[in-house]
C-alpha cells in the first residue's frame, strides 16, 4: 500500500460507511503509518508486546544505542544482563534472541516474506517463539503494506471499534472479526482509521511509527 492507495481506500471506506465517515470529519486522515521489512521492526513489534507504544520505543532506542545497528548479529552479542539494564524482560529477551538466530540461521528468511501470502507470512513468524498471531498481522499491515489485514487481538483497536460504532460491550477477538466484514478489502485502512480516533480520542500524539535506526 501506498499514499495513493491509501486516500482511495479512505475515500471507498467513508463513502459507504457513515461510522468512518464521522470518525474521518472528527478526527483527519492519519499519516500512513507504515514500518520497513526487517530485523528491527520485528524487535520493536516484541518490545510492544503487552505495554505502551512509549516503553516500548525507549527499550528499543536503549539496546539500539548499545548495539549501534540493530541486526541478529550484534543482538545476539549483548548479554542478558545488558538487555535487562535497557528495559528488556527476562521473557522478551528470549524472544528476540530467538528471533535473531532464526535469522542468523536461515530458518526465517525475511527478505523472501514480501512473496508469501498473509497466512503463509503468519505461518513463518508464528513458529517463532513469542511472535503470535498479533504480531504477525502488525507486520503484514505496517511493514509488508497487506491491504485487508484486521488485528483482531489488538486492544487498543478493540476498544476503538466499541467506541467508534457505539457498541454496549469491547467486541473480543470472535466478534471484532464479524465487525471487520464490512470493511473488506480495506481492513487495514479502517484499522488505521480507528486507531488514530482512538489515540485522537485521548489527546495522544504517539505515533506507530518511530525511527528504527
Known amino acids: 500500500m501506498d499514499d495513493r492507495l491509501f486516500a482511495r481506500s479512505v475515500s471507498e471506506l467513508t463513502a459507504h460507511d457513515p461510522d468512518l465517515a464521522a470518525l474521518v470529519a472528527e478526527h483527519g486522515i492519519p499519516p500512513l503509518w507504515l514500518r520497513p521489512p526487517g530485523f528491527a521492526s520485528l524487535v520493536l513489534f516484541i518490545l ?21 545497528t540493530m541486526g541478529p548479529e550484534p543482538l545476539l552479542a549483548t548479554t542478558p544482563e545488558e538487555l535487562r539494564v535497557d528495559g528488556v524482560s527476562r521473557q522478551k529477551d528470549r524472544y528476540l534472541r530467538a528471533l535473531a538466530a532464526a535469522v542468523v540461521t536461515g530458518e526465517l ?13 503468519r505461518r513463518a513468524l508464528i513458529a517463532l517463539p513469542g511472535i503470535g498471531r498479533w504480531t504477525a498481522d502488525v507486520y503484514l499491515l505496517a511493514c509488508l503494506g497487506r491491504a485487508d489485514l484486521w488485528p483482531v487481538g489488538d486492544r487498543a483497536l478493540q476498544v476503538a471499534a466499541a467506541e467508534a460504532l457505539g457498541l454496549d460491550v ?3 477477538q470472535a466478534a471484532l472479526e464479524l465487525v471487520g466484514e464490512r470493511w473488506r ?11 488514530h480516533g482512538y489515540l485522537a480520542r485521548r489527546g495522544r500524539s504517539e ?3 518511530i525511527v528504527l535506526d
Open 185 to 195: 478489502p480495506h481492513r487495514s485502512t479502517s484499522a488505521r482509521l480507528l486507531w
Open 207 to 209: 505515533t506507530p511509527l
Open 170 to 172: 469491547v467486541p473480543d
Open 109 to 121: 528468511d525475511l527478505a523472501g516474506l514480501d512473496a508469501l501470502t498473509d497466512d503463509e507470512v
Open 48 to 68: 510492544e508486546q503487552q505495554v505502551s507504544l512509549a516503553s516500548a520505543a525507549a527499550a528499543y532506542r536503549r539496546v539500539l544505542e548499545r548495539v549501534g
